[in-house]
C-alpha cells in the first residue's frame, strides 16, 4: 500500500531510533529534563525567539499561542481555510473564550485591505480585535508558500492595528526549503510561532511554540492546564531533535516528488490542481470534471488499487509525499490515479 495520506504516516529511521533509546531524560514538568532544554533552546534560536516549548501536538501549540495572548470575548483573526478554523475541534471557543473572525483569502493569503475591513472599531457592541493568525504553507490550499512580502506587509499593518500576531508554522520547513529564506526572517514577523515535528520531519510526536519568554511563561501554565505537562519526555524530544539536525535539507525531495506527481496527472485535461504554483510536498486534485463519484467512493477506488489519499473539502483529495515513500512509489500512484480517473 502507498501512503499519502499524509506526512504524519512515517515510521522513525533505526538512526532516530537510536537517539531515542540514547537519550538523557529528567522531569520536564520540573523543567529538569536535559533533551528538552537544549531542542527548545535550540529551535527558539532557529527562529530568533527567546523561549521554546515542547507540546504533544501542532493543536496544542496553536491553541497556547491564542490562550497565552488573548482574554475571553477577545476576536481572533484568521484566514476562513486555516487550520485553526477547520480541524482544531472549536478550540479558541472552548479553551480561550474567543471569537474567530474568518476572513476570505487568496491561496491562503489575506490582502491588507481585507484586514483593515476587519478591524473593530472601539465599540463595547464588539469584541475587540486581539490576534492575527496566519497559516505558511496552507493545508487546505495543498501546501502553498505566503509570499514572504505579502506576508511582511500584513503582520506590519495588524501591529499598527495593534493585534498581536502568531504564525502556524507546522510546514514552515517546506516554506524555508521552497523559498531559501531564513527561520529568522519568518520569525522576526511574528509574536508568536508554532512549529511541527512530525509533519514532513519524520518525528513520531511532538510540536512547539516560539515567543518571548513572558509569553512563553504564560503558555508553560496553560500546557499543565490543558493536560500537556509531560514529565520524562526527552524520550521524544530526542526524535524531534534528530528530525531538525538531520531532516530539513532532504526536504527538496519531497517537493520534487510533488512535482512528478502532479506532472503525471496534468496528462488528463479537466484536472485542476492546488496550489496553483508549483507545488511543496503536497497536492490536492478536484476531481468534479473526471468523474460523478463521490470523494468517499473514489478514495476507496484508489484504496482498493493500493493508494491512499485523504479528502480535501468538496470533489477534492489530497496526496501528501513524505520521507518514507519513494520516487518510485509517487510515479506507481500516479499512474495508478490517473488510469482510474481516465475511466
Known sequence: MIDLRSDTVTKPTPAMIKAMSNAVVGDDVFGEDPTVNKLQEEVAGMFGKEAGLFVPSGVMSNQLAIKSQTQPGDEVIVEAESHIFHYESAGPSI????????????????????LAGAIRPPD????????LCLENTHNRYGGAVYPFEEMKNLCTRARKFGLLTH??????WNAHIATGLSFKEYGELFDTVSVCFSKGLGAPVGSMLLGDRDTISRAHRYRKVFGGGMRQVGIIAAAAAYAVRNNIERM??????????????SELVDLDFLPA???????IIDIRKKTSKSVDEIIQEFKDH????????QGKVRAVMHLDVSMEEVKTAAGIIRNILKQ
Open 95 to 114: 479553551l480561550s473564550s474567543v471569537q474567530l473572525h474568518t476572513l476570505p483569502g487568496n491561496n491562503g493569503t489575506i490582502s491588507e485591505e481585507t
Open 306 to 313: 493500493g493508494v491512499l489519499l485523504t479528502p480535501s473539502g
Open 124 to 131: 463595547y457592541h464588539m469584541p475587540p480585535s486581539r490576534l
Open 277 to 283: 504554483q508549483l507545488p511543496t510536498n503536497m497536492c
Open 167 to 172: 504564525l502556524d508554522g507546522a510546514r514552515i
Open 252 to 265: 527538496h525531495e519531497d517537493h520534487e516528488k510533488a512535482k512528478i506527481f502532479r506532472e503525471i496527472l
